[in-house]
């Protein structure tokens, strides 16, 4: 499987987390996997600023990001929004993929009208999930 340089969890939830990165880790397609927990903080990650400020501008730019809908501060229809109005040195070709619990049938309608969201998959992660998406975005 191809190796990504990094991914990038955008969720509030711990026990998420936790799970996602060890699917990550056993599928062994990256070695650096950052994690936050709301849009916002997402946001600050990608463009050096607040807690993650740096002076260069070198951006991160992981090369995917799974993205949870319901968070507190920016949820994750605030932050697609929000990433669509990037520069693109700071978004690069970012694959990211809703990542969520909703049931909401109107949830993956939505998901679909935004430019910056490639995929919608449920809750929880699964190493099935994980290579999904990987060949579809990612293949060799």
Known sequence: M?????VLLIDDDMATNFISKMIIKKAGITDHIETVLNGKQ????????GQYQKEDNIFPQPMLIL??????????????????????????HIIIVMLTSSLNPDDREKASNFKAISGFQNKALTLEGLTSIMNTFFPE
Do not use: H, R
Request: net charge negative; no cysteine.
């Open 42 to 49: 997402a946001l600050d990650y990608l463009t050096n600023s």
């Open 2 to 6: 191809k190796k990504l340089n990094s």
């Open 67 to 92: 993205l949870d809908i319901n968070m507190p501060v920016m949820d994750g229809w605030e932050f697609a929004e929000a990433f669509e109005k990037l520069d693109e040195n700071q978004k690069g």
